[in-house]
């Protein structure tokens, strides 16, 4: 009887290891068999990260970067690192977090839009997550992100761009301002002013006059200079004209504030106040006008430069021979 259990023992430990043995095989069988779903070698973590995930990792795959026939693209471990302790931990809530996270995408999107999910927020230093998006990404309008305000600020690209999205809200130019005004709070106020540039309504964005990945211009321009920057639209006012009104020339933003006024056409203060704070008391041009509209000389006429000088930014008129005459039809 003893011979007969011992002999009943030892069968049952055979067919226990090679039951294991056959597990192990069908597990490596079926992770080699898996196919990529996005992304190319993504198969190791798709076998987790499904659609039934509570974060929509696979909507990557209606980006740019879910391309497959693109070479240039990366796989999931270009970005997240090796991850093997993650990997081996299978679907276990308790598992290791990636090498490298990017938990910070999460403040690119409303409050009320937020998927939230188990990994926090991440402790990958900022410079890291950069680098794995710069290693691509480099060249051209992003030159000069080293050094940059925001790279000086320790912005992450993720802080901004959402990559596991159809939709990145930055390259929306609706929603691309109001991912700005997140931190340019002051810049939020001037465009809800009554005179502002189209932002609002969705026609302009922040990046149509600042490159927020790094200028070596001043205030991250994409031009050389303020003139040039607003030249883009309004050519009109380039030139060259046979007389010019040197402010103009020199900086458009003396006149007007680009981010939105309480006055007409931007201006920082409403006409004759703005022209009057270059132009001294000397003739008519300094003189106050009451409030019918009228005093000495017909200065401020109706309390408008500019019914007079229609022409302020310049003009072709060979009859402006004199000074007081400038910038007239």
Not at 206 to 222: A, E, M, R, T, Y
Request: hydrophobic share 30%; proline share 5%; with cysteine.
């Amino acid at each position: 009887m003893k011979i007969f259990r011992s002999a009943c023992a030892a069968l049952f430990a055979v067919v226990g290891v090679g039951l294991c043995l056959t597990s192990v095989a069908v597990a490596e069988q079926a992770s080699k068999s898996a196919k990529d779903m996005a992304l190319i070698g993504d198969a190791v973590c798709t076998k987790c990260h499904d659609e039934t995930e509570d974060y929509p990792v696979l909507a990557i795959a209606k980006t740019r970067h879910g391309v497959i026939a693109d070479s240039r693209n990366p796989r999931c471990t270009s970005c997240h690192g090796d991850s093997s302790e993650h990997a081996k931990k299978g679907s276990d809530r308790n598992r290791p977090k990636p090498d490298i996270t990017y938990r910070d995408t999460q403040t690119a999107v409303p409050v009320g839009e937020r998927i939230e999910h188990d990994l926090g927020y991440s402790l990958t230093p900022v410079a890291e997550r950069n680098e794995a998006c710069l290693a691509c990404h480099k060249g051209g309008k992003r030159m000069h992100w080293q050094g940059s305000t925001h790279d000086a600020r320790n912005v992450a690209c993720t802080s901004c761009h959402q990559i596991h999205t159809g939709h990145d809200r930055v390259r929306d130019k609706r929603a691309q301002s109001e991912l700005c005004f997140s931190c340019h709070k002051q810049q939020r106020i001037q465009v809800n002013r009554p005179s502002h540039h189209p932002l609002r309504e969705g026609k302009m964005g922040c990046s149509d006059c600042h490159n927020v990945h790094g200028s070596i211009f001043p205030k991250q321009l994409v031009r050389d200079n303020v003139n040039d920057t607003c030249y883009q639209c309004h050519m009109e006012k380039r030139g060259p004209f046979v007389r010019t009104h040197q402010p103009v020339q020199e900086d458009c933003s003396i006149c007007h504030n680009p981010h939105g006024s309480i006055s007409a056409n931007l201006l920082k203060a409403r006409s004759p106040w703005i022209c009057q704070q270059c132009h001294e008391p000397n003739g008519h041009r300094g003189r106050l006008g009451n409030i019918f509209g009228t005093s000495t000389r017909a200065n401020a006429a109706a309390r408008g430069c500019l019914n007079c000088h229609t022409n302020i930014h310049g003009t072709n008129n060979p009859a402006n021979i004199s000074n007081d005459r400038t910038f007239r039809r």
